[in-house]
């Protein structure tokens, strides 16, 4: 079950700032997308580092609100691409940008 944009926001950030896996703490040393297949764009098309990459990712209720929670945390600082509506991509993720990734 798809979880609700305020609630996707309070994870992500206290991920960010509670992981001990996550070097970075500033929102801007991260990207958050929306998708339909959040595996593929993480470690595919992203080149997150599954085992030791600090990533995550998360269902919401709708498209409109996995783009909610885009909006709100690129106004945060975290960066994005401009991303269209599309009712298939329901998951949004983040990952913190290092060398070997490709926002």
């Known amino acids: 079950m798809g979880k609700t944009a305020q609630s996707i926001v309070r994870e992500i950030v206290d991920f960010i700032l509670n992981s001990k896996d996550c070097e970075g703490k500033y929102f801007n040393n991260y990207f958050i997308g929306t998708t339909h297949d959040p595996e593929k764009m993480l470690f595919i098309y992203h080149g997150v580092d599954k085992k030791s990459g600090c990533w995550i990712y998360k269902k919401a209720t709708s498209a409109g609100q996995a783009l909610e929670v885009m909006r709100l945390l690129t106004n945060a600082s ?23 990734t490709k926002p």
């Open 78 to 100: 975290m960066q994005s691409e401009n991303q269209p509506l599309d009712d298939k991509n329901i998951f949004v993720y983040c990952y913190l940008i290092t060398n070997n």
